[in-house]
């Protein structure tokens, strides 16, 4: 059975960093980070390539890094000068393909919530 897991969400006040884990139970070429606020859609926060550099959405952009460690297998999303509205859930997600929009991202972690207090 594949396995998302996340960890390290938590309530930070406007300005602090958290990392986020998510630990991989498959090998697989596409890995992303998304949110979703309540009463809102889902978006995409950023997404990586085992290939390729991360490629990461307007609004969190040298704000958010995205980074993969091979020998652990772990995807990571480290936060920083957290924001108010950054408040979401957060998913990290994997699947197969060769990067960009061939990415299908068929599996899903549990989320972990991101409380970002002014």
């Known amino acids: 059975q594949v396995q998302l897991a996340e960890s390290g969400g938590g309530s930070v006040q406007a300005g602090g960093s958290l990392r986020l884990s998510c630990s991989l139970s498959?090998?697989?070429?596409?890995m992303g980070w998304f949110r979703q606020a309540p009463g809102k859609e889902r978006e995409t926060i950023g997404y990586t390539y085992r290939y390729g550099p991360p490629t990461y959405a307007a609004p969190v952009k040298d704000r958010f890094t995205i980074s993969f460690d091979n020998a652990k297998n772990t995807l990571y999303l480290q936060m920083n000068n957290l924001k108010p509205e950054d408040t979401a859930m957060y998913y990290c997600?994997?699947?197969?393909?060769?990067?960009?929009?061939?990415?299908?991202?068929?599996?899903w972690g549990q989320g972990t919530q991101v409380t970002v207090s002014s």
């Open positions: 498959i090998i697989t070429n596409c």
């Open positions: 997600a994997a699947g197969p393909g060769y990067g960009g929009p061939s990415c299908k991202y068929n599996y």
